[in-house]
């Protein structure tokens, strides 16, 4: 089992930036792939970004490609979230998943 702790989320105005964290803790030597989701409010979760542990390979959602990068420091077991050009419906909860274990989310407001 993989614990996953996030960080970072806050409010910030339409166009700003936020950088979330995730630390892995645990079996973190069976990891393959880390994702981040969100869920919005009254909306279902959904697929944001996803990096794979041993190449580094991204992979983003349409609604996000070109604003936000997933990055990986292997040495910390850590993966990142930048968040740039944020918009209001950026708005969620963003969680922190590998396989079955997910973390306890970080609030993300996007607000004038």
């Known amino acids: 089992q993989v614990q996953l702790v996030e960080s970072g989320g806050g409010l910030v105005q339409p166009g700003g930036s936020l950088r979330l964290s995730c630390v892995a803790s645990?079996?973190?030597?069976?990891?393959?792939?880390m994702h981040w989701f969100r869920r919005a409010p009254g909306k279902e979760r959904e697929f944001v970004a996803s990096?794979?542990?041993?190449?580094?390979?991204?992979y983003y959602a349409d609604s996000v490609k070109g604003r936000f990068t997933i990055s990986l420091d292997k040495a910390k077991t850590t993966m990142y979230l930048q968040m740039n050009s944020l918009k209001v419906e950026d708005t969620a909860i963003y969680y922190c998943?590998?396989?079955?274990?997910w973390g306890q989310g970080t609030q993300v407001t996007v607000s004038s």
């Open positions: 998943n590998t396989r079955s274990d």
């Open positions: 645990g079996f973190t030597f069976t990891i393959s792939a």
């Open positions: 990096i794979n542990w041993h190449d580094t390979n991204t």
